[in-house]
């Protein structure tokens, strides 16, 4: 069997192992449309031909943007790196600037694209689009160009050894993609990954993910034009898992019925949400019915991996589980076994409660600039650790340098920043990547990670405060949703905080308090700032007294993407979020501040 060395090896690997009726599998019009390893690769094929047939040489860029993932984003994938092209994969829901700016830093000459939104936003810039040549979309839309043009173009295989010898060109260590990191600063930052470095990574973090090859069923929901989902991809083919691509965020809960997946990845907002609505929905039964719910839960959140809560802990969790956490399970399908979390930290309460339910998640870190994956908790010989990331991944080197920042070297870090060597050099230093991550590994070799470098702060007295650290603490309240640390050279820590406005409306109603029906309603209700006041006083209990939240005020903006607060992997905009709310800050800090 060949060896895997570039990302267009994989559907071939696949297929001398297994030719999947299902390796694909999208909806359209309400109908689970599926494409077969073998059609896969023959329609890659067809691309192949038809970008040679319009001139596109080794190293030109096409931009991939797509509001969901599908078949269609994966065969261009292949059909554009085997003719040693590049993808680049672009958020769908970074602004028309930000477009502008990537499709013309990376000079793209062709760019596909998902539905009409993201074609509005591309239209919007066309005209300052230097190197762009046409646009196609995978939906039918009048006036674009349709993907299916290329199919039919590439028909044809008569050129088809001049890919051959494309592909045959190709080497590993050749640039596959950019993926431009929507920075919380600045303009995006063009990553440069190989396919060393991609391949490296799927074949290195692989054992790490329990999987039946050729009948394990994965569904595929989180951005693809991030490297995290990429590379699972990437590994799903290499393991012959069947891909289904789920329809929206908002159909998900269908489509995990239909699918019944044996396996997804998360973020763990995601998994915060699906808690929440379990408990919501366990808050509301009564007598019996309501206590098992609740003995269950509590159970849960003592759970130990490896039996190690003893013969009776592990006898009533046997009931628990047949009793309750059997339902939550049905209620994601019946037949998921690993859940694999990444982008940001999740709270051990609910990495607890899931493997108790026997939906274990199983914890990684990485960035993009690694490709992504450093390290990955692991199930099978003692490589799960509650509260960590797991070990380092085989080939990986770790190190913690003496400031506490995590270093990491291997075939997996980056080429560099596309032009853009000085910022290269800023990150890259005598071969380790610095990942701008605060860590410790432990005596059995686990990463936990601690804070961001860049975010940590001091106060006036001089005490140095982890904003995540205490930020993460305090979204384990239902009543908040999201929270940002202030308190850079002043005399302590405070917080803007986002509620929880749906939580907070449940609780009103239970409570029969009058909260009113608007969002700045309930930020000024005194109940609302008492109840939330009550939260972090209990949560402040985990820090030290330099630490504790001493003030806070509530907005009412809900955080997201689109208005700025967040990236699109859901992290904080410090410098945004503070400027949204400076009225804010000088309510708790005083005038001067």
């Known amino acids: 069997m060949n060896s895997i060395t570039r990302l267009f090896d994989f559907p071939y690997y696949q297929l001398q192992k297994n030719n999947l009726a299902t390796a694909l599998v999208t909806k359209q019009n309400g109908v689970w449309v599926k494409t077969s390893t073998q059609q896969y690769i023959d329609q890659a094929c067809m691309i192949s031909r038809a970008l040679l047939r319009m001139d596109i040489a080794k190293d030109d860029k096409i931009a991939v943007i797509s509001s969901t993932n599908r078949t269609e984003w994966n065969i261009m994938d292949i059909g554009v790196l085997q003719v040693g092209a590049q993808n680049v994969p672009v958020y769908p829901t970074i602004s028309e600037d930000d477009y502008l700016y990537i499709l013309n830093h990376c000079e793209a000459k062709y760019c596909f694209v998902s539905d009409t939104e993201v074609l509005r936003k591309v239209n919007a810039i066309k005209d300052k689009l230097t190197h762009l040549k046409d646009v196609y979309s995978f939906d039918e839309i009048p006036g674009c ?42 303009s995006p930052k063009g990553t440069m990954l190989s396919h060393r470095n991609i391949v490296s990574n799927v074949i290195d973090s692989s054992p790490r993910i329990p999987f039946e090859e050729g009948s394990s069923v994965a569904l595929s929901f989180l951005p693809i034009c991030h490297i995290f989902e990429r590379v699972i991809l990437y590994i799903y083919q290499y393991y012959s898992v069947s891909i289904y691509f789920a329809e929206s965020i908002e159909k998900l809960s269908d489509n995990i019925k239909e699918v019944r997946p044996t396996v997804f990845s998360v973020v763990p907002r995601l998994l915060e949400k699906v808690y929440d609505k379990i408990y919501s929905k366990g808050a509301e039964l009564t007598g019996i019915k309501k206590k ?8 849960g959140l003592r759970y130990e991996p490896y039996e190690a809560n003893g013969f009776w802990y592990e006898l009533q969790l046997s009931i628990a589980r047949k009793l309750i956490f059997s339902k939550w399970k049905e209620g994601l399908g019946g ?24 939906m274990p998640v199983m914890e990684g870190y990485g960035l993009t600039e690694t490709s992504p994956v450093i390290s990955v908790n692991c199930y099978k010989d003692r490589g799960f650790k509650i509260g960590s990331v797991g070990k380092p991944i085989q080939n990986v080197v770790v190190k913690i340098a003496e400031d506490g920042e995590i270093l990491c070297k291997g075939p997996n870090v980056m080429l560099g920043y596309y032009k853009d060597a000085e910022k290269t050099a800023e990150v890259l230093q005598n071969g380790y990547f610095h990942t701008g991550d605060i860590g410790e590994i432990d005596a059995e070799g686990f990463l936990k990670i601690t804070d961001r470098k860049k975010e940590m702060f001091k106060t006036s007295g ?52 009058e909260v009113g029906n608007t969002n700045a309603e309930i930020i000024t209700n005194n109940k609302v700032i008492a109840r939330i006041a009550e939260e972090i006083e209990t949560l402040n209990e985990k820090f030290g007294n330099w630490e504790k939240i001493k003030k806070f005020e509530l907005t009412p903006d809900v955080w997201s993407i689109d208005s700025g607060h967040l990236t699109p992997t859901l992290k904080l905009k410090r410098k945004i979020v503070l400027e949204k709310y400076r009225t804010l800050y000088k309510q708790i800090y005083g005038e001067t501040s």
């Open 145 to 186: 160009k349709n993907w299916k043009e290329l199919l039919e173009l590439g028909k044809d295989p008569s050129n088809q050894p001049d890919v051959e010898q494309r592909k045959d060109e190709v080497k590993p260590d050749d640039l596959a993609t950019i993926i431009y990191t929507s920075g919380t600063t600045g």
């Open 335 to 358: 037949n998921l076994n690993v859940m694999v979390s990444g982008s940001a930290a999740l709270q051990p309460r609910l990495i607890r409660i899931f493997a108790a339910a026997e």
């Open 462 to 513: 001089g005490k140095y405060i982890a904003p995540q650290l205490i930020e993460n603490a305090m979204k384990q309240s239902r009543f908040i949703e999201q929270i940002m640390v202030i308190g850079d050279g002043e005399k302590m820590p405070a917080a803007l905080i986002q509620p929880n406005f749906e939580f907070v409306k449940e609780w009103a109603k239970i409570h029969h308090i």
């Open 292 to 299: 098992l719910f609740f003995w269950a839960i509590e159970l």
